[in-house]
């Protein structure tokens, strides 16, 4: 079986398959077993890890490799193929080596109508690299992303999962010039940028250096709902009340009361208006075997 059968690729993933090692050496593993420690602690069964685990792996590789599936799978006591699974159902998770920033622009209908795809081609051009490629310096991995639930401020570029909003071209080229210049853009919102692996470790639920959440507070084109609902005096409805013993608990129950009542009735009898006769070919089968 080849790694691409094993660990799977997305399609905007190109390029070769991962290649590595099957495990890790025994400094690494026995790092990695302090850290995974902590995290199955927190859950009453170990498998339920196995998210975390695979964001542990991947800040230690930059990617999902042979070697972090099989740590998982022996933390775990799972195969390889159930841990694989898993992997590869979520994008969060890579499967090509990434870089140290992975520059994700949204391409879904409102963001590409306000103008993601002219972002997305504007650094396919300038950094010289597709969709789910990397540049030569390791440091921006490229690719096109779905909703990222922030159509409030379309469009919108992520950084490590960090929101840049309002884009344009030229500020998603100023982006990616600064990073590539070691330096770190503040965030719309939310906590401060990491690098690709811290954001894995703090996904994986273990300290790193400190992050400060200094991003904007919520803008006002996300409580435009809300105030609208104020000004308008809307309000939400109160939930259906919990029906009593006195009411009806479901519509049309008298009818099916009642059917229920015909059904346990003894069957009727004959009726005494018609007579019964009895020893006849047609009512006695002793009366037809004596004929």
């Given amino acids: 079986m080849t790694i691409f059968l094993e660990l799977g690729q997305r399609p905007d993933e190109p390029g070769p398959p991962i290649n590595g090692p099957a495990s890790y050496p025994a400094d690494v593993v026995s790092r990695l077993e302090a ?3 902590v995290i199955v602690a927190r859950y009453p069964q170990a498998r339920s890890a196995l998210l975390p685990l695979l964001h542990l792996v991947q800040s230690e590789d930059g990617c999902l490799t042979p070697a972090g599936i099989a740590f998982c799978a022996s ?8 841990v694989t699974a898993v992997a590869t159902f979520y994008s ?3 499967r090509t080596p990434t870089g140290d920033y992975l520059v994700g622009v949204c391409t879904n209908t409102l963001c590409a109508v306000m103008g993601g795809d002219a972002i997305l081609d504007t650094l396919e051009e300038h950094l010289g690299v597709a969709a789910g490629q990397t540049t030569a310096d390791s440091r921006i991995t490229l690719e096109h992303i779905e909703c990222n639930a922030a159509c409030d401020y379309a469009p919108v570029v992520m950084v490590n999962w960090e929101f840049y909003d309002n884009q344009t071209p030229s500020s998603a080229r100023d982006l990616v010039d600064a990073l590539r210049a070691g ?3 503040k965030p719309s919102r939310g906590a401060s940028l990491c690098t690709f692996r811290d954001t894995a470790r703090i996904l994986a639920g273990l300290p790193i250096t400190e992050v400060a959440a200094d991003g904007a507070p919520t803008g006002a ?3 435009a709902g809300l105030r609208f609902a104020r000004e308008h005096d809307m309000t939400a ?9 006195t009411t009806d608990p479901q519509p049309g129950h ?3 009361e009642a059917a229920e009542a015909v059904r346990d009735e003894p069957a009727p009898g004959p009726s005494a208006n018609v007579p ?3 020893g006849t070919p047609e009512t006695d089968p002793k009366a037809a075997d004596s004929q």
Avoid: C, I
């Fill in 35 to 37: 850290d995974a420690a």
């Fill in 75 to 82: 933390q775990l006591n799972l195969s390889h193929a159930e």
């Fill in 92 to 94: 969060m998770y890579r």
């Fill in 183 to 185: 330096e770190s853009p």
């Fill in 221 to 223: 084109a996300t409580l």
């Fill in 237 to 245: 409805p109160s939930p259906d009340p919990q029906p009593s013993d």
């Fill in 254 to 256: 008298e009818q099916a």
């Fill in 276 to 278: 019964v006769q009895s």
